[in-house]
């Protein structure tokens, strides 16, 4: 690990990292804009200047943009230097001749790099004497609000939507102080990654548009640590609450899973929690009168812990998959697979691997983060081939401009078109006649994965991946699956849904909307979930449960990984989870998710090590539980009056470490209980870089 | 001979066509080559001293070395002929191209051959409509002779014109389709160039030197200057002279010389007051300079910069800071927009100067004008526009100092006729 003297303070360093990211990652305050721990180095914005030193006798050095310089062993630099200290001041006040004052108004207020940057240059009195240039706004669809006014030209958006996200319709256009950055014409942005640009954008130049529909401030959201529900990925996210609504949805850094990034369908996908058609909360609820047989069905979008408690209520003979036949079927043989290889790849492995061969999955559609980490992986490949070149991996421009086209070491077995088709090497159809030109670039892999799924229903493409396996024990695994929590469900061993034909006296439907076909088979419906369905209309009682954002649970990803998500707010009103719905009607004693916990790593001891691992609710950090909102957090005492005039207490959450409250513990802390990025002087998401990066979450073997 | 690059170029304005060349010993170099090695081209390009002209003033043979040789270098290997004359005041280019475009295509040869590559383009400047018809007849011609097809293929690429396409690693970018924003360096583009592959880049009249140090030797080449750097230079004169044009003559020829010689002097009624020796990316020279001998290390002996040895001549009739605004507008304009110092600087500098032209101008925007010039220079921003916007406001605020200051007091433009409002 080399070592490097800022200010002539020693400090080690990632081996080929530069001098912009070892600083930043050592928590020193150097201010920056182009530069992305994603993106790479560009060079364009100069703001992260600092002065270089030949050796410990030279004092005057000469000034270097740090993203464009590496951090070598020994090497010497001055962020405090008066030259690159007062040059980092002149690149804000030239940024800002162009800046409207708008910071008041605008969405980024509070959360934006830009005004972390100038605070941190000093900048703060207006010489520039004239017409500042405007633009016009685009429309650019329902998820990205446009004002173009606060560019400060970083390129990043473009660098991020085109380069790594493999959007088309995003560029910069004219040139000068005009450089604009938009679509040819208004309309919305083709990408399923558009809503990375948000977090991206260093200013307010591309907002999430359905935030602004009903918007606030970051300090006066409160957020917690969750898993998005869309897909079966189990990536990280931060959702936002305040007064009783979802607001937004923020990446969560997982250095396995998403990484930096998330797909629109998990940023954008969680509004149906505010929806007004949600099925009644029942209380209390008396335990259940059992007569007759009595069935359960399990969901995959339901928690570990909920689907354990319909298990514990009806008992293991009783208990039935969610899935449809044919899912359960495909999933069963996936997870008889894994039983023997339990090697999964992660998004990560994906990222890295040198070959990727994908059985019968659209990933833009199935698990659209899978997709964009098969693009980052082409741009490894680039990098690996632009290292022999001597150019190092930040170096983002010589990069791309060494390897002009990035090498193509995906293969694709699929039927229609599919907007990965032009990084796809070789297609071949899903009858998998022609797999046989695979074999060689597979067997030559040194870490390849093997990605297939249950999109398609098709039994044979599962078997051809463990086929291909067969061949080369050293590729990864990984598989597409139907829901979040597709793998949890089945390690729970439900019997697949036909075998209940005329058995059930009594159905309880755990968080499911079954098909017509399965409902009318069952007479006499328990129906729990949390929106209005086909299922909860023809219960005979539906009963009310909480949306994931305001219920804690686990589930386990594609990957087998299980991963824990935190109730982000209680409603005033309150929906109880699932799992306690089952418990009252159970009858069972569990008051907090431990004890249900406990009891279930009994009964499964897979679960054990994830159940050891994961933050109890006994955690503290120096004695304080973890406070979800932030030491500004406003309205405390006053965001209820309309309710009541007496300030209420803060809710009690008995299921996690965290507090529903500003007062509690705000330093750093463990990676899966941190859900919002902040350090002195860094307001934005950019405050992620001095954190920890460390992975979370459990593997466990089927 | 003493005037080997422009010598042959018919005055009635029509080019030297094929037959022509090859009966004033056109394309002759190339026997030559053909006994040498290619890495012997390269030597005695480099034992020449020829030096590019496209204003930098590198050693040609300098570069052509740096380009990987042997059979681990990258194929295929591209050689670009900079055409792309936009800077202010300079027009010597365009004569070679459209009086004699085959001497180009021979010098690009000469070049191809000693660094082995087997693509070549020239990137001209779209404007130059005329140079780009007859560089494409005159590719056309070659194509037909065999002089290109066999080793080498040549395309006649048209820029869609910015001004920033004549920086070399923009022009690479604005060759592959990119925007033209120049490249990050290092990698230098003799490793790294256009499509990742080796790339040579020279400016037109650089090229054109290269048939005759082959055809006539080094110690011919050496003794057609007077100067320090060796060969003859295009140079040219514009402004209120009496004959403004552009002239081959021996290298090291002074500015004076030229000033009252060939552009036969101010015109009546003008007086000299400044000079921009090299385009408009040069410092002002007064009066006191005139006599430094117009090459690249006379002039650098003197601190200042030779540039294209195309000079803009200011006179005590014209506003200097017209001219400052009218140059400082260009550079603003034509910034690509990538880096902030020359995005943001120079709309600064431009709004700053036109508030003194329209008698807005305040003596704190004289500070932020010095501050300006200072910060634009080399070292802060991405490639060499903003220094080279730098060096004209640089030295204009020093010899100019009082117009700016009668500016502010008059509160308007002094110069009843001044040409840039």
Redesign the interface.
Known sequence: MPTIFIDNKPYNVQPGQNVLHAAVSHGLNLPYFCWHPALGSAGACRQCAVQHFKDESDTQGRMVMSCMTAATEGSRFSINHPTAKSFRADIIEWMMTNHPHDCPVCDEGGECHLQDMTVMTGHNKRRYRFKKRTFENQDLGPHINHEMNRCITCYRCVRYYRDVAGGEDLHAFSASNKVYFGRFEDGPLDSEFSGNLVEVCPTGVFTDKTFRAYYSRKWDLQTAPSICQNCSLGCNISPGERLGTLRRVQNRFHPEINGYFLCDKGRFGHRFVNEKNQVKVVHPIGPLIKEGLMIGIGSPRASLEANYALRKLVGADNFYDGHTELEHRLLSKIMEILSQHPETASLEDVRNADAVFILGEDLTQTAPMLALSIRQNLYKRAQDGAGTQGIPDWNDLAIRNAQPELPKVVYLAHDIPTKLDPLVTHKISTDLESIQDWIPALKAAKNPVIIAGTSLGSEPLIRMSIELRKMAPQAKLCYVLPAANSFGLMLLKPKSTPLLTHRGETAIVLENNLPLSTLSHLHNIIAIDFLESETTKNATLALGCGSFAETTGSMVNNEGRAQRYYSVFERREQRPESWRILRDLGDFSWQNIDELCAEFAQEFPIFEPFLKQVHNTQFRIDGQKIARQSPEFSGRTSMYTNISLHEQAPLQDPDSPLAYSMEGYHGDMPPDLASSYWRPGWNSVSAFNSLSHATSGVKLKP | MNKPLTGHIRTDGEAIWIDDYLKLGGYQSLSVISKMLPQDVTKLINDSGLMGRGGAGVSTGFKMAAVPMGEKAATPKYLICNADEMEPGTFKDRWLLEGNPHQLIEGMLVSAYAIEASVAYIFVRGEYKLAIKRLEQAVKEAYSKGFLGQSLDMHVHPSAG?Y?CGEETAL?NAL?GK?ATP??K??FPP??GV??KPTLINNVETLCNLPHILNHGIDWYKALSKGVNAGTKIYGVSGHVKKPGAWELPMGTTARELLEVHAGGMKDGYEFKALLPGGASTDFWLEDKLDTPMDFASTAKIGTRMGTGTMIVLDDKTCPIGMLLSLEKFF??????????C??????VA?ILS?FERGDGRE?DIA?LE?HAR?LGP????CALAPGAASPLATGLKYFKDEFLRHIQEKSCPYANHLHR
């Not at chain 2, 603003?332 to 880096?339: F, M, R, T, V, Y």
């Not at chain 2, 995005?343 to 600064?348: M, V």
């Not at chain 2, 070292?379 to 991405?382: L, M, P």
Request: aromatic content about 10%; hydrophobic content about 30%; overall charge positive.
């Open positions: 910015r920033i690479m592959e925007r490249r990050s290092p990698p490793a790294i499509w990742g603003k304009q034509e910034s690509c927009g990538w880096c902030t110092p995005r943001d600087g120079l709309s600064w709004e508030a704190a932020q501050r910060l070292g802060s921003t991405f």
